[in-house]
């Protein structure tokens, strides 16, 4: 009699749940930022190689590859990625960050702990016909010059080959265990601004004699608020924050210079090339008016995540399957945040999805030095990966 094929089930993680949580706490103890995460790097290729993997490290610097055949038939590639943000944690934790001024403030402990749950169950399964690689990347939170940019330069496709490639992002707002799903545009393209005033510094009290950088960059702050109001479409996403503003070291001194840094989310090519074109003009243009000169250093950041409908309606068929249809959004909001997984997304069809990170309290906004992951999501996130990559491989 046939025997009916068995694709992993949350229960089947349960089990793992102490040993991933001592992970995931120590690495949220010991944060590395963008291409300096060797401890975290070493310890994920140590379990790899334990656990059967094939590891290849130093990929795009600091990024590890863990590899499993089984059988023959087509490939998958999982992402998680590992860096941390220049924060100081203010959690109270136990196992806070022992690193003053870096922290775990985006949750990639947890995404990397899931994603070395789901590695050790499939090793000992082994229930799959086909390769899988998985892929931890460093430098996610840098904005540009990023770690799957120089994964992906460093031929990672070419390298490490897949059919189609997913990845996960916690989501504080949404019940742990509860799945977010979008095809098409789901996250924005962001790009950064740094803009430099250039004006005649002086003494306080005779400002006449003078142009006066704080002025001038503080009437661009106005202005620059204008461009999505009444330059960009209506019905089209975009969004223009000054983020940073600094001159002055005194209060009976103006100052020679202001400077100023913008991030930028736009969905569309058109909308990201108009509003290029209007922050420079406009920003000339402020300058211009006061006797001011400014140089503008626009840098372009990540793409868009443009998620493929059949992998994103495949995703969400196994999330329905682990979780259940009530624990799935299937068409979840647009999202400006932004993501380099999109590069991924550029070379190979495939899917990026959230995962709740909790409600309220236990819902603390990412980047915020309150910040933690949500550990009741280690072994819904590995039994989640491990059973995408059963049944796409199966």
């Not at 106005?222 to 019905?235: F, Y």
């Not at 202001?258 to 922050?279: D, G, M, N, P, W």
């Not at 503008?296 to 994103?312: D, F, R």
Request: glycine share 8%.
């Amino acid at each position: 009699m046939k025997t009916e094929l068995h694709y992993c089930e949350v229960e089947d993680l349960r089990p793992q749940t102490a040993e991933l949580t001592r992970i995931r706490h120590h690495i949220h103890q010991h944060p590395e930022m963008a291409y300096e995460e060797f401890q975290t790097s070493q310890l994920v290729a140590d379990k790899l190689r334990a656990w059967g993997f094939r590891v290849t490290e130093g990929v795009g610097e600091t990024g590890v590859v863990g590899s499993l055949t089984v059988g023959s038939g087509k490939s998958i590639g999982i992402r998680a990625d590992m860096d941390a943000l220049p924060l100081t944690e203010q959690t109270g934790l136990p196992y806070a960050s022992v690193y003053q001024g870096k922290m775990h403030a985006c949750g990639h402990d947890g995404h990397t702990t899931m994603l070395l749950g789901a590695a050790e169950y499939l090793a000992r399964t082994r229930n799959f016909n086909g390769t899988v690689h998985l892929y931890f990347q460093p430098a996610e939170e840098k904005g540009f010059d990023s770690g799957a940019q120089r994964m992906v330069n460093d031929g990672l496709f070419e390298r490490f080959p897949c059919d189609a490639v997913f990845g996960l992002h916690n989501h504080p707002g949404e019940a742990p265990g509860t799945f977010l799903f979008r095809s098409g545009a789901f996250m924005s393209a962001s790009d950064k601004v740094a803009i430099t005033v250039n004006g005649t510094g002086g003494h306080a009290a005779r400002p006449h004699l003078t142009v006066d950088p704080v002025v001038v960059a503080s009437s661009m702050v106005m202005a620059l608020q204008t461009i999505v109001a009444r330059n960009i479409n209506p019905i089209e996403p975009a969004v223009v924050t000054v983020g940073l503003l600094q001159a002055g070291v005194a209060n009976n001194v103006i100052s020679n210079t202001a400077y100023l840094e913008l991030s930028i989310r736009s969905f569309s090519t058109q909308v990201r090339e108009q509003l290029k074109e209007r922050i420079e003009a406009l920003v000339h243009a402020q300058a211009a008016s006061f006797g001011a000169t400014a140089t503008i250093v626009y840098l372009a950041g990540y793409p868009v995540i443009n998620n493929n409908v059949a992998e994103t309606e495949f995703a969400l068929q196994i999330a329905r399957e682990l979780v259940g249809d009530e624990h799935v959004i299937a068409h979840a909001d647009q999202l400006m945040s932004s993501e380099d997984f999109s590069y991924m997304l550029e070379q190979r069809p495939g899917c990026f999805l959230r995962l709740g990170n909790g409600v309220g309290e236990d819902g603390c906004m990412i980047h915020n030095p309150a910040y933690d992951f949500n550990d009741k999501n280690l072994p819904i996130g590995a039994a989640y990966w491990a059973r995408l990559v059963e049944r796409y491989l199966s």
